[in-house]
T-cell receptor
């Protein structure tokens, strides 16, 4: 049973436009959520996170939105740049358990 | 500051062989973990440790063994390799306790092929 789902395996966006990556989860105990970016042949790198006490967190061009009632989070990238082309993973955790459940990833391609 | 270092980067094994994937970090992180990445499956937690002498199982622990004798090192052992263990393996570490931020720091990965 996939507790964290990224239903879009891939997404293409024009440079300068908004990229929206989505993630759904089933376990209502999750209270901390993260987004990671991964380039080929590299390890994932942390992008942004959000605690369940918030519904939005911003860091520069990246904003994560959390809708707890829908068990849904999304990552917005504005404006999108060609260097943003990568695979994006969302992850969920129960704070203090040190167990992170990852989604299957969405491959973002930003077209110049 | 090297971060999280994994060796080897590539390895080919025959079924039944054993090997150890090495992971070391120089950030004084208490928490360390191993993930495997398979196509269509995302990253799945194999084992993790919250400090020297303490280890616990993740989602997919079968066929793997770990130990944590020092803060810096967290080796992953495959006792009898099987083709189903063909994967890319990532080691990750983070702060824990009051310093926990949730952010995991990953190594560059080790690609393992079992024939």
């Amino acid at each position: 049973d996939q507790q964290v789902k990224q239903n879009s395996p891939s997404l293409s966006v024009q440079e300068g436009r908004i990229s929206i990556l989505n993630c759904d989860y089933t376990n209502s105990m999750f209270d901390y959520f993260l987004w990671y970016k991964k380039y080929p042949a590299e390890g994932p790198t942390f992008l942004i996170s959000i605690s369940s006490i918030k519904d939005k967190n911003e860091d520069g061009r990246f904003t994560v939105f959390l809708n707890k009632s829908a068990k849904h989070l999304s990552l917005h990238i504005v404006p999108s740049q060609p260097g943003d082309s990568a695979v994006y993973f969302c992850a969920a955790s129960v704070a203090g358990t040190y167990k992170y459940i990852f989604g299957t990833g969405t491959r973002l391609k930003v077209l110049a | 500051n090297a971060g999280v270092t994994q060796t080897p980067k590539f390895q080919v094994l025959k079924t039944g062989q054993s090997m150890t994937l090495q992971c070391a970090q120089d950030m004084n992180h208490e928490y360390m973990s191993w993930y495997r990445q398979d196509p269509g499956m995302g990253l799945r937690l194999i084992h993790y440790s919250v400090g020297a002498g303490i280890t616990d199982q993740g989602e997919v622990p079968n066929g793997y063994n770990v130990s944590r004798s020092t803060t810096e090192d967290f080796p992953l052992r495959l006792l009898s390799a099987a083709p189903s263990q063909t994967s890319v393996y990532f080691c990750a570490s983070s702060y824990s306790g009051t310093l926990w931020t949730g952010e995991l720091f990953f190594g560059e990965g080790s690609r393992l092929t079992v024939l």
